[in-house]
């Protein structure tokens, strides 16, 4: 009672403790010793957090009373002081728990060993380094090796019994025992704590003493290096002490002790929170929900994502348990293409299939893996578009995997103690399986940034239903668009067009298969709008040419040869000193290749890789894709315009492959298709050589160049037209036509009827063909060459010294058969023999006529275009022969003077007027030169002198011995003209 206790500023008993204690040992209930600890014992009240402990401003309920767990289960009784500081901790733990809880997730999910989701709910130390460094909370007296001894004590399971401990040592052992025996029963063979700990769990024999059979059996044999949420926390608390205090304890320590919570508060204020990295997966998790794009994309595939998450649960689900959560060892099996899920047609719910990996073929992991990664070139709509040359790559890791999972799960489920595989913070809901998808796609397609994250979405999407892969989702990401010009839509008739010459330029549009031409079809629409003016002109340049002596088919003479495509370089002077002729061979012969558009499928086909190949479209559905059908240039596919034949092949390949071969001519759509080529080239003829720096001439202004500057000016044109205007509009040439017309029609209708050579030819039209006309003119003898001698009327007319030829050969017959057809006939493809430009109805049958004739009789210049009608239809109907009309038509007349134009003179009588015109008309003058151009002078000449001359003869006439009447003084004999 005297004995003063500056702890308690009191002396240690009053009079009634130290009566009630006296009492207490009167009746052994209590030592002197325990009565003597009970009163002298320094008592402080605990924090109770169950009362006073409020949700902050922030909290989540859930989170709220996640912390409360952590405060409940948290031992912090043997740090210097304790209870003192205990609600200045509570209260610092609390408001920071949010951050602290990101950080310690954060750490959780390191690469040391998450072999499953349990495991990345546990802090271990490994992960407790990297934590430590990040965080920068060492010091030069507090290092990290000295942390782990917090690490082991933070994670004790029996901390609390070993302080316990401690303290029973420091007391009476009576008093000890006393408290000790009470419990003793209660605590026999009960392990100290029911957690493993980082010391084994003690177990004690019936004897009190350690059972270490028992303790080394089973799964507790396991010890716990790990630490839980609640550890993580007790953990930071003791660091932050023995920040502060780095000697405290120590014999030589002079330091002023710093106190909880002010070094708590300002080690988690200034150094960890700023330094330690945080789990920032709700920020991900609130990005996904704000993106209208992803959103729409699980829209798009849930009835499909929710039917596969459903069906994956029911399949994989333990026996007895289907709690419809995906496990993160399903999930993993899914990745590394260990399961498959497939619905077989006819079935209402999905197949599972397991297969495991392989050693050394791609990690281990099984066909179909949604890990790993690969590479893809991009693609694009565009010929030589360079940005095809970039390549992108997608990867994802096991560990992106796993991550992906366990950051999908809110931080609210996370659990104060111990986690199992089963745990909320373990599985995956329906909500939480479309963030891991979104996640696992800004992990994979993250790099790719021509992908959006919902691009990424779908692209993962369509990985797990196996619609695409990872290389088909790649590309059609990154696939470069090309707009192509719709002609058909967007072409309006110029001025002046008319509506089948539109249609026909748009028909030769459509067949040009120009897709490998550089940066096609960029420039399509330009190149269009450069031709189409000009489509009337380029045909007559284009039939200028085709129509040489060499065709032997009417379908020949509409398409070009390599000789007539020479001669047309030479005329317009194409070449240059760079592009010569040898090289635009090249052209022609890709112009006029079959397959075009198929060779440049296939070279973009060898570009690509054979994932990306396998979700395609089958060939059959691909119609159209590349904007243009193969040609088959052995029909004419409807291109004529007012016309259109289809020709069956048998033979299949062979034949097309024969037709190929023969096929050495180009078409009109062909010949624009080589311009095209051949423009570009000869404004670029360095493009493509390997160190060439010339700037690329696009292609739209080298054809443009090309055609104004170069072919217009200077190519030839087909002028069939000048005579269709001309001749066949003269009055006196229809006039000879329409006298024939009644025959002519007779004789057509009847040839044109008569097909009994038809089936032979493999040619059945009712219309003139072109080797039937030939053969009629062959058969007729109307080709030919004839010659006739010039007659004259005029004597010694010089003009008859030399002969007149006429020529009808084969060649200008064949050009007159195309001339006669309208330039509107000519299509745009390969003709074939009964086309309407291979052919002649009954009005361009004349034409032909009149053009064969005119050609045929063209030296005759006597005669005009009816005259040379005339005379061929003559020939044709057998009325005359060639030597004939062309004596006729070349016979040289001369007008003889009529003597009833002679009139008497002044002073002359009419009987004398008479003995003049009777003596006139016995003149024999034919056979001197000139006669009859002079007839008429000598006539007036003679007439004049007539009195005179007649008195001459007279005179001479009467020589001696004759008499007036006799015969003979009427006559001049030799003798007597040798007087005169």
Known sequence: ???????????????????????????????????????????????????????????????????????????????????????????????????????????????????????????????????????????????????????????????????????????????????????????????????????????????????????????????????????????????????????????????????????????????????????????????????????????????????????????????????????????????????????????????????????????????????????????????????????????????????????????????????????????????????????????????????????????????????????????????????????????????????????KWLACWERMEIMDVHLWPTWEKEVHDILHPLFKELQLIFLAYTRSISEDSAEDAMEMSMDEFHDFVVDVGLETKQYKFEQMQNQFIKANANNIAQVHAQRRDLKRDTGSKAHDKPEWAREGRLGGTAKIKASNEGSQMGGAHNTAYKGGYAMEMQDAKKDQELGLNEFLNMMIRIAFWRANPTFGLHGSKAEVVPVAQALSTLLNEVILPRAKRENSAAFKQKEMQDPKLIAVLDTYKPKLKEWYDKKVSDDSEGPRMGIISDKLGFDEWLRVLDRQDIVGEWEVEQMSEITGDESTKGNIKCRLSIPTCKNAFMDSQSVDQLTVGQADAVSDQAVLDFDEWMECIARIATAKYSALKQLDAAGKVRCFLQNFFGEATEEEVMRVATYIRAVRYDLAESQPLKDESPEEHAAFLAEFKQLTLDGLYGFPLWEAEVHDLLHANFRELASIFRGYCKSLGEGSSDESAKTMDLEEFHDF
């Open 1 to 503: 009672m005297t004995t003063f206790l500056p702890s308690h500023s009191r002396k240690a008993m009053t009079m009634a403790d130290a009566v009630r204690s006296w009492l207490q040992n009167l009746f052994f209930e209590k030592s002197p010793e325990f009565c003597m600890w009970e009163m002298t014992v320094i008592k402080a009240d605990r924090y109770d957090w169950q009362k006073q402990t409020k949700m902050l401003p922030g909290f989540s309920p859930a989170q709220h009373k996640l912390w409360c767990q952590c405060w409940e289960n948290i031992v912090l009784i043997d740090i210097h002081h304790f209870p003192l500081w205990e609600k200045g901790v509570h209260d610092t733990l609390q408001q920071h728990f949010p951050v602290l809880m990101r950080i310690f997730s954060h750490y959780t999910k390191g690469i040391s060993g998450i072999d499953s989701a349990a495991d990345a709910l546990e802090m271990e130390l490994e992960e407790f380094h990297d934590f430590v460094k990040d965080a920068k909370i060492e010091t030069r007296m507090i290092n990290f090796t000295m942390m782990t001894n917090v690490f082991a004590k933070a994670n004790a399971s029996n901390t609390a019994e070993a302080f316990e401990q401690r303290m029973r040592e420091r007391r009476n052992t009576t008093v000890v025992s006393e408290q000790e025996g009470a419990k003793f029963a209660e605590e026999r063979n009960k392990p100290i704590s029911p957690k493993k700990g980082a010391f084994p769990d003690v177990f004690l024999d019936k004897e009190g003493e350690m059972d270490t059979k028992k303790m080394n059996q089973g799964p507790r044999a396991k010890p716990d290096n790990r630490l839980t949420l609640t550890e993580f926390l007790s953990c930071m608390v003791r660091i932050s002490f023995l920040r502060a205090n780095p000697k405290h304890g120590q014999y030589d320590n002079k330091a002023k002790l710093v106190e909880l919570p002010g070094c708590l508060k300002k080690m988690l204020e200034e150094v960890l929170i700023p330094n330690a990295k945080q789990d920032m997966s709700s920020l991900f998790r609130e990005e996904i929900a704000q993106d209208s794009e992803v959103q729409a994309v699980f829209e798009e595939y849930r009835e499909k994502l929710t039917y596969y998450y459903n069906e994956v649960n029911q399949l994989t689900a333990l026996k007895g348990k289907a709690d419809n959560k995906l496990s993160m060892e399903t999930w993993m099996d899914i990745c590394r293409g260990y399961l498959h899920f497939a619905k077989r047609k006819g079935l209402k719910h999905m197949e599972k299939s397991k297969t495991s990996g392989k050693a050394g073929e791609g990690g281990g992991l099984g066909e179909g893996a949604f890990v790993g990664d690969c590479t893809v070139m991009r693609e694009s709509d565009i010929t030589g578009d360079e940005r095809c040359k970039e390549k992108f790559t997608c990867r994802l890791s096991t560990l992106e995997a796993k991550y992906a999972f366990l950051n999908s799960q809110s931080l609210e489920q996370m659990a104060a103690g111990d986690a199992s595989d089963s745990d909320n913070m373990a599985t995956l809901d329906y909500d939480e399986f479309l963030e891991c998808v979104a996640r696992c796609a800004r992990d994979k397609y993250g790099e790719i940034k021509l992908m959006s994250l919902a691009d990424g979405v779908r692209g993962v999407i369509q990985n797990i239903l196996g619609e695409k892969s990872d290389e088909a989702v790649i590309r059609d990401a990154t696939y470069i668009h090309a707009e192509r010009y719709d002609a058909e839509k967007e072409t309006k008739p110029l001025k002046g067009e008319s509506q089948k010459d539109l249609e």
